[in-house]
């Protein structure tokens, strides 16, 4: 695959020998294979475009998403405060769109993601990103946590499901002493309700507010992302 | 190593084979091991311990730290933003005492994280940090970015450094097309500065500000960190 | 004048014995008349509205203002920390829509607010706003607040410009010892270069980020406003 | 009285021919006077302080307070929302310390501002506070909103209770149609439990994060506040 990142910092991602079209014209696949990574191309409109290798934040920027899909701010700190590495053995529900699958399974390769997802077509779109972006590492299941959690010794579950203290008894054979539960909730009241289950694991609940800047005016933008999702980091003790 | 946490969730790092001596009362090695990882031990005091394995989330709560130690949140969001994995060929400076290497070196690891700093004082501080945790794929060096970069094909460049657009013309040879600057700065004025010499990169600055919540009383705790750094994140296009 | 409020919060303004033509139909001024404040009429197309009497709030909202007008929570910071009150002596510029004039009136009031404007279209645009809601007590100037204050004894300066600094040391003869200069900037830069020739004054700077939620389901709006301005409020010392 | 506020920008209130006495040494009444408002005064340590007249911010900040008592940035974006100003009639709830009180005093003079506290100890300082400040137009009573109102035609009522919800029916023949509650809570779940109530209002619900800037360095502060309340405003519509 290339990635084309166009003068407004717009990105196309094109299949090996595919051309790009879109609204600022045609190029050739032969003229981005000519250019290379690093290079420019020019399209029959004249609009510039810089070539260059795609990686996973690229994909998943591209990835088909429903409307709620995770921003990058909460996919970098799900796996920050989970402590995920390559080789964590991690759990993740419900699936969504995979963005997140998507993510995780790029930290912990070559171990598998093992992701749960209710709804068939969601699983569907998911997988089709997987498959889109050659994402071999993923291990997607149709399934509902609140029903239980079948493996054990895991390192972290992660949750975003509508009523995560649902998942806690699933927690006891299935989550290894010392691991951790980080769950994404929109409501603070669903925060709360996974609290008051949360015996035995020492939690936190937190919220990220990400503020854009004009570096160069020093300025904040005018418009932002309000909120996303809180999360709590919750750790087995016994 | 072992972990021990209180009812109060203070966390006791011990050596294998150590006694936990500390002000809540005193318990022996093997009365640790006895119990083992899950376990709960009493001290002499009738204070309660869990006992865990630690992890680098433990390693980096408990080093050795300077007045400006980075938060986890900002390395999870520097990680993720710039798009590390096992394996990502990473330069970072300056080390400082080495919270954020430690962090980088179990996401990118078996590779190396190569980690500049000028003041020997604050190596020193963090080389005993990597060796007291066993974190060996760590490459430390004393030295001065602003001077140069030796390395080539980095797919990142973390910096945490007081005037960052100095670094920005020996990156010319040293990040390939594609791979990204992530740049910390207590003052949007550096952040400034540093955009002001980003040319051939495309490249956003944000801040996070993180808010702890008593998700019980869902009410956001009454004191607050209200700022670290900003982040310039830039990715080089050619 | 009449204030109509439809039932998904919309807010129509009303001169007396005018009807009312909206996309949600038409009411006539006899019809409002005879339900009064407090009473609902119904449109020729079957919608509800609420009847009420218009205060400085809604001529607020309701008044023309142009591209960056200043929201309520900054007017009522403003003023809070101006100290304002019924009889203050305050100066304000530029007048821009006359959006914080107004409210200013409002609280100052018998009290003048004098307020200053380079531009005769801005000041056309406020004196249109002021004698549509019928706000006397303002006296409103063509001048420029660089080149010097006329006044004397003020007990507060508004200022929002692009270059605040400038009218520091006019300040010396005409805001009265204790007395304090508020100053509204999008750019923190604006505020830095305020601080440094607030010399015999205290001073602090700030941003009030407002946050909205949805009460029901306890989640804060998922866009926002991020950001108005910093605001640096200095209280003249000798 | 009179303020003085030395060079680290800590505040004395002194009252008419008091001396000052505190860490930084003594100063005669006499030598006060003859410096007068906008003099300079030195303590017998050298150590020097400026004269001013104290105004309304200073009462309030000077004034004995509980733990939780208001901030600034709540008290002018209540007295804002509610749109005081100079005559409105005003009811308030509970007293607390009478901060908010003092604010709104000042806002709405010369009507008087009548607040509600049902426990005695605390109508005490409040009242002790506003004699001391010589705050006239203050109707203190002993009381619980949660029975009733005994008022009519009131423009705002300002709750600062544990359970405003139970406040709401009592505002039938009470506030105005038109007139404003406006309700400062430290959880959510309160405003929650308000708003499920509020049929037959418009209302909105929001928070304020105030963030100090240090202007010089163009950096935020470190350490900030993090939450003082939420507030619901709401304008009964019938």
Redesign the interface.
């Known amino acids: 695959m290339k990635?084309l990142?166009d003068e407004k910092?717009r990105k196309y991602l094109l299949g090996e020998g595919k051309d790009l079209h879109c609204n600022y014209g045609m190029i050739r696949a032969k003229d981005i294979e000519k250019a290379g990574?690093?290079?420019?191309v020019e399209s029959n409109k004249g609009r510039k475009f810089?070539v260059?290798?795609p990686?996973?934040?690229d994909f998943i920027s591209k990835a088909k998403r429903g409307p709620q899909a995770m921003t990058?701010?909460d996919?970098?700190?799900i796996?920050?405060?989970a402590?995920l590495?390559?080789g964590s053995r991690v759990l993740e529900a419900g699936t969504g769109s995979g963005l997140l699958t998507m993510?995780l399974a790029?930290?912990v390769?070559p171990a598998d993601v093992i992701t749960y997802e209710v709804r068939e077509d969601h699983a569907r779109v998911a997988r089709e990103n997987f498959e889109r972006f050659g994402i071999g590492n993923v291990d997607s299941r149709i399934g509902d946590l609140y029903d239980g959690i079948g493996e054990e010794g895991l390192d972290a579950v992660l949750l975003d499901l509508t009523e995560p203290w649902r998942v806690v008894p699933h927690l006891e054979g299935s989550l290894r002493?010392?691991g951790r539960l980080v769950s994404y909730s929109?409501?603070?009241?669903q925060?709360?309700q996974?609290?008051?289950v949360l015996e035995g694991y020492?939690?936190?609940?937190?919220?990220?507010?990400?503020?854009?800047?004009?570096?160069?005016?020093?300025?904040?933008?005018?418009?932002?992302?309000?909120?996303?999702g809180?999360l709590?980091v919750a750790r087995k003790?016994?």
Chains 1, 2, 3, 4 share one sequence.
């Open positions: 990635l990142i910092g990574v690093g290079g420019l810089n260059l290798e990686d996973i934040l990058l701010k996919m970098g700190l796996s920050g405060y402590g590495e390559s993510y790029h930290i390769r002493v010392g929109p409501s603070i009241n925060s709360r996974l609290a008051d020492m939690h936190e609940t937190f919220e990220c507010i990400l503020r854009h800047w004009k570096a160069d005016t020093m300025r904040p933008d005018t418009r932002m992302l309000g909120h996303t809180f709590t003790l016994k």
